[in-house]
């Protein structure tokens, strides 16, 4: 956490995970950011994977450092209350996040209509006005029909849109807000999933290569495109990948190995000039022929201690155990990292934001709250009601703490 936006204030009426991690991300940067649920929690609050106790993990992962509100959103009273936490007319203020329908009293014009200079942030399906998720994005964009081998596509697990979508969020918001304190503007911000996806495809030149060239990029298995890399099996049966870019540390190979000679052999073997990365590409099944007998006669240890301080490019394939248990970059060795209690789960390693700013100090991880935890604290605090009142919403139903939610 940081303290640099701790002038900004921002409403969340979202689920999943791209405005959630916007979200989160802005609150690990120090703006004020809360969520707003209906009472019982929205379609995300129980998604796997859960705590023994039943709370999610995916859940508290990505709702760090924010503050609940529950609301019974089905009522006009509640979406009343919610309408005027968004568009209250306090400074930094008035800046919506949603990746949820965002119609009737919810729409940029209801809300912009209560306060002018609103910034609404919203992330839509596709361009076209047709719904999205990440899976339905990913298949079009052509990494899975260009990942693994063969015709059959694969999928990755990493939602991949989702989360660079999150972070357009952040930007788009940031440069709103920036607009609106030179101005006096608001606006309306839109977002669509497939037009994340289709500016990466284009910004990485995929679109042009099939315009330019002609040419469909085909399934390669874990060798990198373009240059050399490769995944090598180790002898106590873990996988390696190493990757050369730069002909420096395609030369850092040959000395860790001491297979520099029979690297430097291939070329001329191939017709290829192995300075240059497509000529390592070119020869990459040769490469690996001569690599694979020296990683297969090594354990990863020893591969490990061979490759410390040679400028070689590598790491180790690790599952997420291997990964928590082996891994100090994902420790409390990283400042990144702190060992945080999460009410209704437990003590676990928490990740703050992963910029460092040296002019600001890192402040603690904070865990996610509890759902409706901070209900009757926002509404005395940023609407000015009585207990009484309060205590009126919470009889008839309206608003939920944490002990009902």
């Not at 006009?76 to 936490?85: C, K, N, T």
């Not at 298949?139 to 596509?153: H, R």
């Not at 540390?249 to 300075?275: F, H, N, S, Y």
Request: with cysteine; charged share 20%.
């Amino acid at each position: 956490m940081t303290p640099l936006l701790s002038d900004l204030r921002v409403v969340e009426v979202s689920a999943f995970i791209a405005a959630p991690l916007g979200g989160m991300t802005l609150a690990q940067l120090g703006a004020e950011v809360i969520r707003i649920d209906p009472i019982g929690g929205n379609i995300d609050y129980r998604r796997w994977p859960l705590a023994p106790s039943g709370d999610s993990l995916y859940w508290t992962g990505l709702n760090k450092g924010k503050k609940s509100v529950t609301l019974a959103l089905n009522t006009p009273e509640g979406r009343e209350i919610a309408a005027a936490l968004i568009t209250r007319p306090d400074p930094g203020g008035g800046i919506l996040l949603t990746n949820l329908p965002a119609s009737g009293w919810m729409s940029f014009d209801a809300l912009s209509a209560k306060r002018a200079d609103l910034i609404m942030l919203r992330l839509t399906g596709s361009s076209d006005g047709t719904g999205a998720v990440d899976y339905t994005v990913n298949c079009a964009s052509g990494f899975p029909m260009a990942t693994g081998e063969g015709d059959k596509p694969v999928n990755h697990v990493l939602p991949a849109w989702d989360i660079a979508a999150g972070l357009y969020l952040c930007t788009g918001l940031l440069a709103a807000e920036r607009l609106r304190a030179r101005t006096g503007k608001g606006q309306e911000v839109t977002l669509a999933l497939s037009d994340v996806m289709l500016a990466s495809v284009g910004n990485l030149g995929y679109v042009a290569d099939v315009q330019v060239n002609g040419t469909v990029r085909q399934p390669l298995g874990n060798d990198l495109y373009g240059a050399f890399g490769r995944d090598f099996p180790t002898r106590n049966g873990r996988r390696v990948m190493v990757v050369a870019i730069s002909d420096r540390q395609w030369k850092a190979i040959g000395a860790a190995t001491g297979l520099g000679e029979r690297l430097a052999m291939v070329g001329p073997l191939m017709g290829v000039d192995l300075g240059t990365e497509g000529g390592r590409f070119e020869a990459r099944e040769a490469i690996g022929a001569v690599l694979a007998p020296w990683f297969a006669a090594r354990t990863l240890d020893e591969v490990r201690t061979a490759f410390a301080g040679s400028g070689v490019l590598w790491g180790p394939y690790q599952d997420f155990g291997q990964l928590v248990a082996e891994d100090p970059r994902c420790s409390p060795a990283n400042p990144m990292f702190q060992e945080v209690e999460q009410p209704g789960v437990g003590r676990w390693r928490m990740p703050g934001v992963p910029l460092a700013f040296g002019a600001v100090p890192r402040d603690p991880v904070r865990p996610a709250p509890r759902l409706g935890q901070h209900t009757d604290e926002i509404l005395a605090e940023r609407l000015g009601l009585s207990s009484a009142e309060i205590g009126r919403l919470h009889d008839s139903g309206i608003v939920a703490g944490p002990e009902t939610a």
